[in-house]
C-alpha cells in the first residue's frame, strides 16, 4: 500500500506564494512520475505540473513561469512551488504518483487533496 500526503494548502491574496508538499510512503521499490492536479469547482480536474524521476518536467500552459515542480528522489516527496498566484488559481490540489513499483504491481496513486484559495 502507497500512502500521499500532502502539505502546505492555504489562503492567500493574489500575488502571493504557496509551497506545497507531497510525501509518498508505504511498501515499493521506486517512483517514476510525481505531479500536481488540480479540480476547481465545477471543472474536470486538470495536470499543473509533472516531473519524471529523471528530472524532466511538464507544465499547464496556464502556470508556466509562475509555478515551479521539484522532487527529492531520496525523501520520495516532490514540491510545488506558486508563485505570482491569482484568483484562477483557486482549485483543491491533488498529488499524483504514477509507475510506482511494489513487488506486485506498478501503481497509480492519489493524495486527498489539499485546498488553495487566491483571494483577488
Known amino acids: 500500500q502507497v500512502q500521499l500526503v500532502e502539505s502546505g494548502g492555504g489562503l492567500v491574496q493574489a500575488g502571493g506564494s504557496l509551497r506545497l508538499s507531497c510525501a509518498a510512503s508505504?511498501?515499493?521499490?521506486?517512483?517514476?512520475?510525481m505531479g500536481w492536479y488540480r479540480q476547481a469547482p465545477g471543472k474536470q480536474r486538470e495536470l499543473v505540473a509533472a516531473?519524471?524521476?529523471?528530472?524532466?518536467?511538464n507544465y499547464a500552459d496556464s502556470v508556466k513561469g509562475r509555478f515551479t515542480i521539484s522532487r527529492d528522489n531520496a525523501k520520495n516527496t516532490v514540491y510545488l512551488q506558486m508563485n505570482s498566484l491569482k484568483p484562477e488559481d483557486t482549485a483543491v490540489y491533488y498529488c499524483?504518483?504514477?509507475?510506482?513499483?511494489?513487488?506486485?504491481?506498478?501503481?497509480?496513486?492519489w493524495g486527498q487533496g489539499t485546498q488553495v484559495t487566491v483571494s483577488a
Open positions: 516531473i519524471t524521476s529523471g528530472g524532466s518536467t
Open positions: 508505504g511498501s515499493f521499490f521506486d517512483i517514476n512520475a
Open positions: 499524483n504518483a504514477d509507475g510506482v513499483r511494489s513487488s506486485w504491481r506498478v501503481g497509480n496513486y
